[in-house]
């Protein structure tokens, strides 16, 4: 009998402090989650879920706020690597090193920022760590906070029409999106479902 295994992804909350960086690997905090936003997602969110997260403190501290406990951390979940760009606007990262910022924008799935790895690498790790992790939690609910990159690896994967197509999507913080595998394939059930 196939059994279905419920993968609940949520992005992480806000990152505390200024916006419009790119984060990927840096460890930076996240804004603690307002009392409606824990309800709202503890609410939606199945009872009894393995609850995983990135090693990165803004996860750990998303899924604690809303379970009340630690979850099980998954290194290979991490947002990808941005290299030395971590830190720096889009603006910075092009003032610069425009030759380099033109380079990864002419090809975002294949071309990493300097000392970082591609979408297409990024998307490769979790892709092997979502099947071993079906595979080790068949049939159950999996709630997985982790990053915007993350999240479209993962509908990459359920995709299967290469890492690029996932880029499109728009992934907001402490938003949900929920991809099942029954055991023959995945099924996209939603996207960037925000709550208010």
């Known amino acids: 009998m196939t059994q279905t295994t419920r993968?609940?992804?949520?992005r992480?909350?806000?990152i505390a402090g200024p916006g419009g960086r790119i984060h990927g690997h840096d460890d930076v905090p996240c804004r603690a989650?307002?009392?409606?936003?824990?309800?709202a997602l503890a609410d939606t969110l199945p009872p009894g879920a393995v609850w995983l997260a990135s090693h990165l403190t803004r996860t750990r501290d998303t899924a604690f706020a809303i379970s009340g406990r630690q979850p099980?951390?998954?290194?290979?979940?991490?947002e990808q690597?941005?290299?030395?760009?971590?830190?720096?606007?889009?603006?910075?990262?092009?003032?610069?090193?425009?030759?380099?910022?033109?380079?990864?924008?002419e090809d975002p799935e294949?071309?990493?920022?300097?000392?970082?790895?591609?979408?297409?690498?990024?998307?490769?790790?979790?892709?092997?760590?979502?099947q071993r992790l079906t595979l080790e939690h068949s049939g159950k609910d999996i709630v997985a906070v982790a990053h915007a990159g993350t999240i479209r690896a993962?509908?990459?994967?359920?995709?299967?029409?290469?890492?690029?197509?996932?880029?499109q999507y728009a992934v907001d913080p402490l938003?949900?999106?929920?991809?099942?595998?029954?055991?023959?394939?995945?099924?996209?059930?939603?996207?960037?479902?925000?709550?208010?």
């Open 81 to 105: 690597d941005f290299g030395r760009w971590q830190g720096l606007t889009w603006d910075q990262v092009r003032d610069r090193d425009d030759d380099a910022w033109r380079t990864f924008w």
């Open 7 to 10: 993968w609940w992804w949520l």
């Open 72 to 78: 099980r951390i998954e290194e290979d979940l991490a």
């Open 154 to 167: 993962a509908l990459a994967q359920a995709l299967d029409q290469g890492h690029g197509a996932a880029l």
């Open 110 to 130: 294949a071309n990493p920022a300097p000392g970082g790895e591609s979408f297409a690498e990024a998307a490769r790790r979790v892709t092997a760590a979502v």
């Open 33 to 39: 989650l307002e009392a409606a936003e824990k309800t």
């Open 175 to 196: 938003s949900l999106t929920r991809i099942d595998h029954d055991g023959n394939g995945w099924q996209i059930i939603s996207v960037n479902q925000t709550f208010p």
């Open 12 to 14: 992480h909350a806000p």
